[in-house]
């Protein structure tokens, strides 16, 4: 499976942008990006996902760069519920579409 | 709508004992897949089914089985215990178990093994 990496960790402001960066070098071209997020004690929960051109939805954005090789998960003004763990996943194509999870980035929300 | 539903929400054994945790899915998903999530670590996949049908599993031992039912709901069962199996199960829903499929994640059955 091809891997990503993210940041340990960031702060954030409430009310302010949050850009959650992802490398992902070795991603192929039937790779979907795809973003979850797990809240504490709770289980991942969907944010959002891509293959090539950025996306929309009411929760987030995704910016996909030109290549592929990263990608950053935007969320337009945090709240304090958005404090979570975010994981960047390459989901490939085919009959078992498992999620590969790693580590994640943990976002901090400053009231 | 009800989302996926785990049973029990908490479980405590012995080394060595065996375990059966269970999932509903999402009504009208057909496939589930089950992870298992140690502290501080993401979530790793264990298996999926679809359609009754094992579809994939994950670096597990064989101690480690599952199987789904004609409602779409499915059985983890993991034998021989052992302390490392401590972690939280989390089962996921979604309409076929493809790549374009949202997973829906259940609250989880968190399993202590003492």
């Known amino acids: 499976d091809a891997k990503t990496t993210q940041p340990n960790s960031m702060e954030s402001n409430e009310e302010e942008p949050v850009h959650l960066p992802c490398n992902h070098s070795?991603?192929?071209?039937?790779?979907?990006i795809h973003w979850y997020r797990q809240l504490p004690s709770q289980g991942p929960e969907y944010v959002i996902h891509?293959?090539?051109s950025n996306v929309n939805n009411r929760m987030a954005s995704l910016a996909i760069a030109e290549d592929r090789k990263s990608s950053t998960l935007i969320l337009h003004r945090a709240t304090l519920r958005d404090a979570a763990v975010y994981y960047c996943?390459?989901?490939?194509?085919?009959?078992?579409?498992?999620?590969?999870f790693g580590k994640g980035i943990t976002l901090s929300v400053r009231p | 709508d009800a989302g996926v539903t785990q049973s029990p929400t908490h479980l405590i054994k012995t080394r060595g004992q065996h375990v059966t945790l269970r999932c509903s899915p999402i009504s009208g998903h057909k496939s589930v897949s089950w992870y298992q999530q140690v502290l501080g670590q993401g979530p790793q996949f264990i298996f999926q089914?679809?359609?009754?049908?094992?579809?994939g599993r994950g670096n597990f031992p064989d101690r480690f089985s599952a199987r789904q039912f004609p409602n779409y709901s499915s059985e983890l069962n993991v034998n021989a215990l052992l302390l490392g199996d401590s972690a939280l199960y989390l089962c996921a829903s979604s309409l076929a178990g493809r790549v374009v499929d949202t997973q829906y994640f259940g609250p989880g059955t968190r399993l202590t093994v003492l």
């Open positions: 891509g293959l090539t």
């Open positions: 070795t991603i192929s071209g039937t790779d979907y």
């Open positions: 996943i390459l989901r490939g194509a085919g009959a078992n579409s498992k999620l590969t």
């Open positions: 089914y679809y359609e009754k049908e094992e579809r």
